[in-house]
């Protein structure tokens, strides 16, 4: 949607569609145990979210379609200010495609569903998104989908019921979601 929004020719919306699909194919790297963690992250387990974007740009870098697509892979969680991960990138430095991808997967994260919190309003989520944009976000890339999706409207995903067996030991964080940080243990912020 913010592809087409910005006028993308159809072979570049069809390659970034392809870019959000496996954006986070990465975390295959990164221990479930680590994912799942409802408590602080320490360092190494925060190191090891830090590293999905690189692990996904090294599982499908031999993809030749791909193109500019990898470069949103690797880049997904750079932030306007400089301060994301993997290069600490700023502002136009980040690809295009990355930019892109922040903001649909923060708009994607923020309303769905997930196994510890139900999922925010349309409404809820782009005062998030424009909270966060010149910072976290590109505002262009934010203006774009707020365009797009106050045009074409958005349907949630179907909700998936958590299993009932202890709910605790789900993760209660997301690095997807910018109203919610990473937390890290004292240690780790040492």
């Known amino acids: 949607m913010i592809a087409q929004e910005l006028g993308m ?6 390659t970034i569609r392809y870019a959000g699909m496996l954006h986070d194919v990465g975390k295959l790297g ?13 360092e190494e387990e925060f190191a ?8 996904g740009y090294e599982i499908v870098r031999e993809i030749g379609f ?11 969680h750079e932030r306007m200010d400089g301060r994301g991960y993997p290069m600490g990138l700023a502002d136009k430095e980040i690809p295009e ?4 991808i922040s903001v649909a997967d923060a708009f994607d994260c923020m309303t769905s569903t997930r196994s510890y919190r139900k999922a925010r309003s349309v409404e ?3 005062a998030e998104l424009r909270r966060c944009a010149g910072t976290q ?6 203006d774009a989908l707020i365009s797009a999706v106050g045009r074409d409207g958005w349907e949630t995903p179907d909700i998936v019921e958590p299993p009932d067996d202890d709910i605790a030991e789900i993760a209660q964080q997301d690095h997807d979601d910018p109203s919610v940080p990473l937390r890290l243990t004292e240690e780790a912020e040492r």
Do not use: C, N
């Not at 791909?66 to 997904?76: P, V």
């Open 9 to 14: 020719h159809a072979e570049r919306v069809q």
């Open 97 to 100: 495609f990355a930019r892109i």
């Open 48 to 55: 090891a979210i830090q590293l999905h974007p690189m692990r």
């Open 137 to 142: 976000f590109d505002p262009v890339m934010v």
């Open 66 to 76: 791909l193109d500019e697509a990898l470069a949103g892979i690797m880049h997904h």
């Open 30 to 42: 990164v221990p479930t145990k680590v994912l799942q963690k409802s408590g602080r992250l320490t």
């Open 124 to 126: 809820e989520t782009i």
